[in-house]
């Protein structure tokens, strides 16, 4: 699975060569992230994001089920047992805050994490395999974090809930009764938020497993690198420990630095005031908006307005904004050029900083007022978004000269490499 | 595969004895109990999924609360209220005689969902309006029956969410939102009381 020059796990110690006998756990540790894992010796900080994402994973995991301990799941005690939680729990209040902006660090990770994929177009073969169970664990997510919002049953919590599930009911025929088999109810109340609550408590896990499966398909080609050129020979690479357990162990600590910043300076700066309200089911705040970080799928939602052909604008936005993350799926098949980084793509280079600017635009949008401006906006980003994957990627791959690669990582990192051919 | 194995082992060559086929349609003992033995497992294993999936439907404790009775002597015509039916909002709403005539005024054909008021109320009850309160596009509780809400530029309800706009008929006018404010089931049990559900 790994480089023929990989070092084996010799375990010295007897106890540990029992363990290795009965339990070959250490070797699969030495293995995954130890010397036993030679890893392209060119790997920017973009690579950091990966381990980050999972320790972000587990920062969620463990304050979740602390929080849990404490935490009411019913509709009349919800909102005061998060109260109770934030008052009167011993460090209550930064287990919570932990968790709520572990959640926003978790997807500011992810995010990047995405975008590195997208630039150095990660998801081309061999990977494809290790992209689709990513595109899969940031639809798991997105539910768990749209689940978890429902929790505290504030005001956000309650019409978040109403209008996600109120999706649903644009689905012809089965739509209502499919909104109310998820609720449990013809809106949201206790039977959904006990249902929220369990499910929220068992995806972080589906989400683990899945990850364990994204490293071990991640594991068979190994990373691809900044040039994107794969490894050739041992010179190209490096044993993973001690290289990158010290590079990502500093980016660990550049996370934490951020990360505390907000837990203990701007805890509520993500939030929204309205979700200190207790969730009334009488009156709908005057701004309903998602966290942020459903923003730009938020607007492509909101974008259509007019009803297309046979299918209504309800419909319409609801397919629409479910197509900008599959069409994510369908990514190795659409960029369709040999070349996979783009430091060697002058033209697709161009692209990507458009669409990342027009996914912030997205995301502007989708965090303001639903007024005509916003919307006609959203329109023409969300335009552009689809062109971007389904037209702009496949005449970009045909049309485009790459520049010239260099022959291996070895070369481009020292500018020579003795396994070159005489030319170098 | 197994029993090939062993017909080698013991070296007979009388496979029509060891391979289960007995009836001269050809069809093997063996496929046949296998086929029936997996049909059954899996129609047992597909059961399993109606209680699984059901459990989630609303239960019978919700469904129960599904009736609620309104007295209406207090409402003022050009005044609402606001009921709670199945855990969501209702509107009960007093038309005057220009919301009334307004409503009549719009010629059904060029509405969205057309209907004429009189369908969506009961017949010598015109000016009693009762929908739900809940917009047809995502579920937002559209503004216009408290007291000095904005009633949106037909005269009728506005959704502050995403801007869908509803008539004195509570008709869908303007913005996302498909369909009219539902009407839900309801009779007038006396002239001051209306059973809705
Ligand atoms: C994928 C990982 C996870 C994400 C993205 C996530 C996200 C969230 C979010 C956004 C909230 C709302 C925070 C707020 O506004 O107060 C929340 C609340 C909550 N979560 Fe999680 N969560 C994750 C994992 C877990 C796990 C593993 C557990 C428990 C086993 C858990 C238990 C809770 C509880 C009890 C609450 C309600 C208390 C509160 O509102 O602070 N979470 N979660
Ligand atoms: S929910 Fe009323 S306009 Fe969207």
Redesign the pocket.
């Known amino acids: 699975m790994s480089f023929p020059w990989a070092k084996e796990y010799k375990p010295s110690h007897p106890l540990m060569q029992w363990l290795d006998e009965k339990l070959p756990l250490p070797r699969f540790v030495y293995n995954a992230v130890g010397a036993g894992y030679p890893v392209p010796r060119n790997l920017n900080y973009m690579w950091n994001f990966g381990i980050l994402a999972g320790v972000?994973?587990m920062l969620?995991?463990?304050?979740?089920?602390?929080?849990?301990m404490?935490?009411a799941?019913n509709s009349g005690v919800?909102f005061d047992?998060?109260e109770h939680?934030m008052r009167d729990v011993n460090w209550g209040w930064m287990?919570?805050y932990a968790?709520?902006n572990?959640?926003?660090a978790?997807?500011v990770v992810v995010y990047i994490h995405i975008f590195r994929g997208f630039f150095y177009s990660s998801y081309k073969p061999p990977r494809e395999m290790i992209w689709l169970l990513g595109v899969t664990i940031f639809l798991?997510?997105m539910a768990?974090?749209?689940?978890?919002?429902?929790?505290?049953w504030?005001q956000m919590?309650f019409w978040g809930a109403k209008v996600i599930t109120g999706l649903f009911s644009a689905i012809p025929v089965v739509g209502t009764p499919l909104q109310q088999w998820l609720l449990g109810g013809f809106a949201p109340d206790n039977a959904a938020l006990n249902r929220f609550?369990s499910l929220?408590?068992l995806?972080?896990?589906v989400?683990l497993g899945v990850v364990i499966l994204h490293i071990w398909a991640l594991h068979i080609p190994g990373s691809s690198n900044p040039t994107g050129v794969e490894v050739k020979s041992e010179s190209d690479t490096v044993p993973f420990h001690p290289y990158y357990t010290a590079k990502d162990g500093f980016g660990l600590g550049v996370f934490a630095i951020l990360y505390c910043t907000m837990l203990f300076f701007l805890p509520n700066a993500l939030?929204h005031p309205d979700?200190y309200i207790q969730a009334n089911p009488l009156s709908t705040p005057a701004h309903i908006v998602p966290?942020w970080y459903f923003w730009p799928f938020y607007a492509i939602l909101r974008a259509f307005t007019a009803d297309f052909l046979f299918i209504p604008a309800k419909l319409m936005g609801v397919l629409a904004m479910f197509s900008a993350i599959l069409v994510w799926f369908f990514l190795p098949w659409l960029d369709t050029s040999p070349v996979r980084s783009g430091h060697y793509r002058p033209l697709f280079r161009k692209f990507f900083y458009l669409l990342v600017i027009d996914v912030l635009v997205l995301g502007y949008c989708g965090g303001s007022p639903a007024e005509t401006k916003y919307v006609l906006i959203s329109q023409i980003a969300a335009t552009y978004y689809f062109l971007h994957f389904l037209v702009i990627l496949p005449i970009v791959a045909s049309i485009e000269k790459p520049a010239p690669l260099p022959f291996s990582i070895t070369q481009a990192v020292l500018g020579k490499d003795d396994q070159t051919a005489p030319a170098a | 595969m197994a029993d090939e194995a062993i017909v080698n082992a013991s070296g007979t060559d009388t496979p029509a004895v060891h391979d289960g086929s007995g009836g001269e349609d050809g069809v093997r003992r063996r496929d046949f109990i296998n086929i029936a033995a997996v049909s059954f497992a899996g129609v047992g294993g597909l059961a399993v999924l109606v209680p699984l999936v059901s459990q989630m439907a609303p239960s019978a404790d919700v469904l129960a609360e599904s009736s609620t009775e309104i007295d209406i002597s207090q409402i003022a015509p050009g005044q609402a209220i606001k009921a709670v039916f199945r855990k969501q909002p209702v509107f009960v709403r007093n038309l005057t005689p220009t919301e009334i005539s307004e409503a009549d005024k719009v010629p059904v054909s060029s509405l969205r969902d057309p209907q004429t008021l009189e369908e969506r109320t009961k017949p010598g009850k015109t000016n009693w309006l009762i929908t739900m309160g809940v917009c047809t596009h995502l579920g937002c509780v559209p503004l216009g029956a408290g007291e000095g809400e904005v009633k949106g530029e037909f005269g009728g309800y506005f959704c502050p969410c995403h801007g869908s706009v509803y008539d004195t008929a509570a008709r869908i006018r303007k913005g996302p939102a498909p369909k009219n404010l539902e009407v839900p089931p309801y009779e007038f049990t006396s002239d001051t009381v209306v059973k809705i559900g």
């Open positions: 972000c994973l969620q995991i463990v304050t979740g089920v602390v929080l849990a404490h935490y799941a919800a047992s998060v939680i287990l919570r968790h709520a572990g959640a926003s978790f997807f798991l997510m768990t974090a749209f689940m978890g919002y429902v929790l505290p504030g919590s609550f929220h408590f995806l972080p896990f989400i939030g979700n966290e």
